[in-house]
């Protein structure tokens, strides 16, 4: 009777090791902060319908019992994106399903994994940069919520004040088709500079029709403007950047877009998939737990303004 006990033991610790082995390898991302959650609700263990799972981040259409026990993969920025799918994670895990987040400090891989199927979504970029990118590189992603908007702000370096810029100033920014034409709208709200009547979202330094100040616009990758900035005189700098970089726009920018303007829906940051994909159940789930009463406190509680939920 004691061999047969040990013999199932360890029987029974081989197959919890080789299910270990059967975890899915993702793309080489800068860092890989999976929001794993193993635990399974005593709901979904027993196999309950979806009816059962229509609170607050649960989508009463969707089939939870079905994706108990799968994993959906994201693609994200590591802030806030990350941070705020991690309040998601919490909300799927109840459901016993698992929600993995590969962080990327670049805007060009997000796309490219979820174009390729490596990840179910990203959620990292606004609707006009998705367009660009799609007409760029012949993707097929599309958005499928929207989640939050970050004021894009202008902050000080070597100068400390709009009043103190000087004739020939140098003032940073991104250098993306979409994030350069919003930055250089910003400097033109100001009174900084004017652009071309019609340049809209496809603006660059080109664009400008009026310079009074001769200030140089120095275009960059927008992960380094707040690395650079100590060298510029000013940059605007996207507020995820600003976020990751100890930056408030509420309390260190000089100037910021308004929270309540056309800027914030146009620039909302959203949660987007491959095309074909809009309709997934885990699509809809992952849709749901965000646009959750629980994730927009923690963007209100987190980030003090910085952020801001847009659902």
């Keep these: 009777m004691k061999n047969k006990f040990l013999s199932a033991l360890l029987a029974a610790a081989l197959t919890v090791s080789l299910a270990a082995c059967g975890a899915p390898s ?11 959650s193993a635990a399974t609700s005593d709901s979904a263990a027993a196999g309950d319908t979806a009816a059962d799972f229509t609170g607050d981040g649960f989508d009463a259409e969707v089939d939870y019992a079905a994706l108990a026990g799968t994993t959906i993969t994201v693609a994200a920025s590591p802030v806030p994106h990350a941070e705020i799918l991690k309040v998601a994670a919490d909300i799927l895990a109840q ?5 993995k987040v590969t962080e990327f400090t670049d805007y060009i891989q997000p796309n490219m994994v979820t174009e390729s199927d490596q990840v179910d979504a990203n959620y990292f970029q606004h609707g006009p940069y998705l367009d660009d990118f799609n007409a760029q590189n012949g993707t097929h992603l599309v958005s499928v919520a929207a989640i939050h908007y970050e004021p894009l702000g202008l902050y000080p370096g070597k100068t400390a004040s709009l009043d103190e810029l000087a004739d020939g100033a140098q003032i940073g920014v991104p250098n993306d088709t979409t994030n350069e034409a919003r930055a250089l709208q910003l400097l033109a709200a100001q009174g900084l500079i004017t652009l071309r009547e019609g340049a809209g979202l496809t603006a660059t330094k080109n664009d400008i029709a009026d310079n009074p100040k001769n200030l140089e616009i120095v275009e960059m990758e927008a992960a380094q403007l707040p690395r650079q900035l100590a060298s510029l005189d000013m940059a605007v700098i996207n507020g995820n950047y600003a976020t990751e970089a100890g930056f408030s726009s509420a309390a260190d920018a000089l100037v910021a877009e308004d929270a309540d303007s056309e800027a914030a829906q ?3 940051n959203i949660l987007v998939v491959k095309e074909g994909n809009e309709d997934a159940p885990a699509t809809k789930a992952l849709v749901a737990a965000l646009k959750s ?3 927009k406190d923690y963007i209100t509680e987190t980030y ?3 952020v801001v939920a847009i659902f």
Excluded: C
């Design 26 to 36: 993702s793309a080489a991302p800068a860092s890989d902060t999976s929001s794993d």
């Design 95 to 99: 459901a016993d399903i698992t929600l």
């Design 266 to 268: 146009t620039y909302a």
């Design 293 to 295: 009463q629980a994730v």
């Design 304 to 306: 003090g303004g910085a």
